[in-house]
């Protein structure tokens, strides 16, 4: 096999792993202008407050 067609299979193989992933999101993919969350009443909803964890990178922006 040749450089040339190495680095064509290469390319071809890398765009097809990439093409293939996806978004990594599971199941069906949302439509445009369809909102993924179903609506609620606002007054129905209440708001937990969420617990501040700490990350490994923290660190570096601290």
Same mark, same amino acid.
């Given at each position: 096999? @040749? @450089? &040339? +067609?190495?680095?064509?299979?290469?390319?071809?193989?890398?765009a097809?792993? +990439? &093409?293939?992933?996806?978004?990594g /999101?599971?199941?069906?993919? $949302? =439509?445009?202008?369809?909102? +993924?969350a179903?609506?609620t009443d606002? +007054?129905? @909803? /209440?708001e @937990?407050?969420?617990? $501040? =964890? =700490?990350?490994?990178? $923290? &660190?570096?922006?601290?």
């Open positions: 096999m @040749t @450089t &040339g +067609a190495l680095i064509k299979s290469t390319c071809v193989a890398a097809l792993v +990439a &093409g293939l992933s996806g978004c /999101r599971k199941g069906e993919l $949302d =439509r445009p202008g369809v909102s +993924a179903p609506v606002p +007054a129905e @909803t /209440r @937990t407050p969420v617990e $501040d =964890r =700490r990350f490994i990178l $923290d &660190g570096l922006l601290d």
